[in-house]
């Protein structure tokens, strides 16, 4: 059973800083991404940044140059940094697991809050 947990969300001011982790109970590298998606309050859940195996990465244009995924393979965690924080930002921000073309496991969830 693949088990993925967030952490590190939490109520920040606009222009403010956040680093989400999700730790993952296997090795990233059995994974073909692992990637960030959120879903804002009355609004579809939307994918914001992925990362592959290979390390290549890719972002939702609206968060490109302030958002960076990274993986650290030894602690089997990646990370999402969020700088430069909009109001719009807000949600609840899911870390999941890709096995070939499909979103297979998916975290609990972790809520990020942005104060204008």
């Known amino acids: 059973q693949v088990q993925l947990v967030e952490s590190g969300g939490g109520l920040v001011q606009a222009g403010g800083s956040l680093r989400l982790s999700c730790a993952t109970s296997?090795?990233?590298?059995?994974?073909?991404?692992m990637g960030w998606f959120r879903q804002p309050p009355g609004k579809q859940r939307e994918l914001v940044a992925q990362i592959t195996s290979g390390g290549s990465t890719n972002y939702v244009d609206s968060v490109k140059g302030r958002f960076t995924i990274s993986g650290d393979n030894a602690k089997n965690t990646v990370y999402l940094q969020m700088n430069s924080l909009k109001y719009e930002d807000t949600a609840v921000y899911y870390c999941?697991?890709?096995?070939?073309?499909?979103?297979?496991?998916w975290g609990q969830g972790t809520q990020v809050t942005v104060s204008s």
């Open positions: 999941a697991a890709r096995r070939s073309n499909w979103w297979a496991y």
């Open positions: 296997g090795s990233t590298f059995s994974f073909a991404a």
